[in-house]
T-cell receptor
């Protein structure tokens, strides 16, 4: 167990809907990253939040957005859901921006878009 | 897009045998990490090797890094059925300004009793 929690565990939505996924970072960590993992693929970086600011983003459209709160927990919001958004969404927390820091992953949220 | 490619894509061995997985990547890195994932669940960090290191050990795990060839290998010795999982390498590219892990496509390891 890494101490990183995510909710919900599973979620089913229909095309066009909006979804919010939540992540609580490990104690003492101020950086949260979000990844999308399609079936049979490796995780792909969505974005990262450091001290409540987005400080890096991958190749995902603007309908993927996020927030980080003062307690360093985070939300991932996806608007106008598409079938291809079906995936496992992983968040990872780390302690600051030191590049050698290990990222600790949560168990993920499995999103199914019908 | 995926930075790395793991080889082989799938590996099936018997308990007690060694398992070797390889990872190749494309750009200069700060470090390379290996993760394990059981049945589509969260990723478990196994080991981190820095770009100035060539080899690292952790229990039954041995990781090597060859930055000239942009490749790494993960060796699991004396494998157990509980080692059955997918294994991913992840690189932390230089000069991005933040820590962005770029994962490979993974190796699915099956260890039979």
């Amino acid at each position: 167990e890494t101490g990183v929690t995510q909710s919900p565990t599973h979620l089913i939505k229909t095309r066009g809907q909006q979804v919010t996924l939540r992540c609580s970072s490990q104690s003492g960590h101020n950086t949260v990253s979000w990844y999308q993992q399609a079936l049979g693929q490796g995780p792909q970086f969505i974005f990262q939040y450091y001290r409540e600011e987005e400080n890096g983003r991958g190749n995902f459209p603007p309908r993927f957005s996020g927030l980080q709160f003062p307690n360093y927990s985070s939300e991932l919001n996806v608007n106008a859901l598409e079938l291809d958004d079906s995936a496992l969404y992983l968040c990872a927390s780390s302690a600051g921006q030191v590049l050698y820091n290990e990222q600790f992953f949560g168990p993920g949220t499995r999103l199914t878009v019908l | 897009s995926q930075q790395g490619e793991e080889d082989p894509q799938a590996l099936s061995i018997q308990e007690g045998e060694n398992a070797t997985m390889n990872c190749s990547y494309k750009t200069s890195i700060n470090n390379l990490q290996w993760y394990r994932q059981n049945s589509g669940r969260g990723l478990v960090h196994l080991i981190l090797i820095r770009s100035n290191e060539r080899e690292k050990h952790s229990g039954r795990l041995r990781v090597t890094l060859d930055t000239s060839k942009k490749s790494s290998s993960l060796l699991i010795t004396a494998s157990r059925a509980a080692d059955t999982a997918s294994y991913f390498c992840a690189t932390d590219a230089r000069n991005t300004g933040f820590q962005k892990l770029v994962f490979g496509t993974g190796t699915r390891l099956l260890v039979s009793p």
